[in-house]
């Protein structure tokens, strides 16, 4: 999206490219612009909502989710703007998981988008944020028996049913509850969406959904119109996310309303409601190119009007379920550098104090992000070097060649464009707490998620007996076990294990 009036005239410094093998340093990657939401303050520091980086690095600690309170919301009136322009007759529902957390749902709330939900977790935090159900819409491949009750007894808006067993499940669960849920069906329409192989979702062999061969998904929308308690409101797809070009979607528009127009052959029921999924792309680095959201919006609006005046169709109501597109270029993810590891000719490592914990996506599909000193946004970057997480694992590189300026120890690292599946996907793999989140707006920064602390960390387990016999034979050890517990919060069950480290 470089060159969509998204920069402003600061320069400063990003990754390029990536490559997973280490190579002498002659390419050089060009510095380019700090992208919009961001900017720089006169004392030369990245700035996010009005705020200072370094200053909310020493406020909340790091490592640090910031998001631009603003930008979200106004991803989001981008979105419900044109798609009303473009096809009134339409709802946009903010995909969660792209990132959930109780702010977050109550954000999409106001902002008057629905949520997309795709599991009983997802379904409780917007519960728990005070979301109506009704606001709901319900994925999932393979809903649990539980996600199902929640859904139903929650009165979750629309279930988008998967398969044949859930069909069955559904209805079953609907008949004995005496409810009649709105479902629509997820179908696959078989097509190739041009993006990474692990998030194509529409293609013929996918996990996800009922495919439009041998009849299958009209078997399906055939069973869901016969029964009594579902009420089969329309269809669903979605095929594939970090999608450059609406054409993919509208090629989807055409085979959901022909597929619409042969269930109302031959049925004669008329299909209410079509959904068409998420997936516009984000920048990440320079030379990522997506549509803007306005544009997109009038493909798809535009795609819808013609085919269902192609089948003589009448014009369906209209979902789109972005998630990445409204949250990713909203976020950044500070750091505290710590001792840069130079292997001369090779490389420099700059290690920061997360990784693939807080962001899994390079390691996962060789994502690639941009990066600059805080400390310093507004010089100009001077070295090369790779930025390493802290996770036990060398694939634990979150961006390789990237300018920086002159990064030191305890400086802090911001990592650009991070909204989207990086909170969500975050893990506590070697037992690292997750990051804080922060909506940052009007120099204002408020904490929308608390940092987990050790004392989370073990706060599911429960601890062998065997755990009391270890410590006290080794010196030191029992005392330094007995403060570490006495340190918990909420160590009711706890006290247990040091009462037993204490006999
Ligand atoms: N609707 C459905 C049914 C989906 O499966 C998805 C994403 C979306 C909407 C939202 O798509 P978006 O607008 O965010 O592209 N973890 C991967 C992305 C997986 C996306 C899965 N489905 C990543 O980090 O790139």
Known sequence: MQGEGRATPVSAAVAVSESAV?????????????????????????????????ELAATFGTPLYVFDESYVREQMRRYRRSLAAHYPKSTVYYASKAFLCGGMAALADEEGLGLDVVSGGEIFTALHAGVPAAKLMMHGNNKSLDELALALDAGVGRIVVDNFYELSVLEEMAAERGVRPRVLLRITPGIEAHTHEYVETGMVDSKFGFPLVDGLARRAAIMALRSKSLELAGVHCHIGSQIFSAKPLEAAAEVMLAFMAEIREVTGEVLEELDLGGGLGVRYVEGDDPPAVESFVRTIGRAVRYAAKRHSYPRPHLMIEPGRSIVNSACMTLYTVGGLKEIPGVRTYVPVNGGMSDNPRPALYGSKYEAVVADRAGDAPTRIVSVAGKCCESGDML??????????????????????????????????????????????????VRRETYADLVSLDVVPERAAVISPAVPGVADAVASAVAAVDNAEDLAVGQRRIDD
């Open 22 to 54: 280490p190579r002498a340093q002659e390419e050089e990657p060009p510095g380019t612009p700090i992208p919009e939401p961001f900017g720089v303050n006169d004392r030369g520091h990245l700035t996010i909502g009005g705020c200072d980086t370094v």
């Open 399 to 448: 961006i390789r060649d990237v300018k920086l300026s002159d990064p030191r120890p305890g400086d802090i690292l911001a990592v650009l464009g991070t909204g989207a599946y990086n909170y969500s996907m975050a893990s506590n793999y070697n037992r690292i707490p997750r990051p804080a989140v922060v909506f940052a707006a009007n120099g204002e920064a408020r904490v929308m």
